[in-house]
């Protein structure tokens, strides 16, 4: 954990800590592979949707002790489980595992944010990942991947409310090294959990 995380940017803080997960992420996921095979790609869709769902459940108990916190970052705007589950719909497939990891409790707003850099950092490369798959031929004319880009037009202005969010709770006295460590935690939770699905498996 690093032991400054109270005194320099948060963010950029959040970023350099988790850089070594964030890759390893991506590089199992493979996503990005030009040779995505459609059964791959409802692979990791189902594993990301049982992770989605555990990662939210966790937040939903956040956001029902702490309605104001989790209005201020508009949580109920940012769910994605059932965008998952709808894309999978669209590829003719099942939901995938029926359950997802046991992840840490929410604890706090602290760690709610730190756990949110990590779901809502997703929805930056995801853009590419989304035009990437709209590529794809496996996939045919007639499917669109639409959780890897939730907001749409609008991602660089949720993702700008998250930040601000976060520099605002960390600059009103909340704790920066628990949000690093509730990222860091998140991050690692979803390494693990994708781990069965990587390209070299």
Do not use: K, N
């Amino acid at each position: 954990m690093p032991r400054d995380a109270g005194r320099a940017d948060v963010l950029t803080v959040l970023r350099s800590a988790t850089a070594g997960e964030h890759e390893q992420v991506e590089s199992t996921l493979g996503l990005m592979d030009p040779e995505l095979s459609r059964d791959r790609l409802v692979c990791v869709l189902g594993r990301l949707h049982a992770f989605w769902r555990s990662a939210e459940a966790g937040l939903d108990d956040w956001a029902r002790r702490e309605p104001a916190d989790a209005a201020s970052v508009t949580w109920s705007r940012r769910r994605r489980a059932h965008l998952f589950a709808r894309d999978l719909a669209a590829l003719d497939a099942g939901d995938g595992p029926a359950a997802g990891p046991r992840l840490p409790a929410v604890e706090d707003t602290d760690q709610a944010l730190g756990r949110l850099y990590v779901l809502e950092g997703s929805t930056l490369g995801g853009t590419f990942i989304s035009r990437h798959l709209a590529d794809l031929p496996t996939l045919g004319p007639d499917v669109r991947v639409g959780a890897f880009s939730p907001y749409g037009t609008e991602t660089g202005a949720m993702w700008h409310a998250y930040r601000r969010a976060v520099r605002r709770r960390v600059a009103a006295g909340g704790d920066a090294d628990r949000l690093v460590g509730a990222a860091r935690d998140t991050f690692a939770a979803l390494a693990a959990w994708c781990a069965p699905v990587a390209v070299d498996a």
